[in-house]
């Protein structure tokens, strides 16, 4: 997090384990800002993040978050931005970046993972 660090962890990142960008970023050889504005227009942006962490998890594997972490408030919530442009944040790339980074970190309402 955030994508764009992908087209560097892409080229120099040699290990096995599978990596994605949050969002899910197709292509990491350039920055393709075209499929990060293209997250931005998608209801649910961070679905493909959550099923690999899910999966990964369920399988008693790790998740590694790695860059930039941005954690809840004390007692809040992980803000959601409507699909670009949101009615408050319009098209501010911030604004989606820093949701998508809280969201991530926090867990999703609806987990029901268990031991």
């Not at 599978?18 to 227009?41: G, T």
Request: aromatic share 12%; net charge neutral; charged share 20%.
């Amino acid at each position: 997090m955030p994508w764009y660090l992908g087209v560097s962890f892409e080229r120099y990142y040699r290990a096995s384990a599978p990596w994605m960008s949050v969002p899910a970023i197709a292509d990491h050889k350039l920055q393709r800002y075209d499929l990060f504005k293209a997250q931005m227009e998608a209801s649910e942006p961070l679905a493909p993040v959550f099923a690999a962490m899910e999966r990964t998890l369920r399988s008693g594997n790790r998740v590694w978050l790695v860059g930039q972490l941005m954690f809840p408030q004390p007692g809040g919530t992980a803000p959601r931005l409507a699909p670009a442009p949101d009615p408050g944040a319009g098209w501010n790339e911030g604004a989606y970046l820093t949701s998508w980074m809280v969201q991530t970190i926090a867990v999703p309402p609806d987990a029901r993972l268990e031991r």
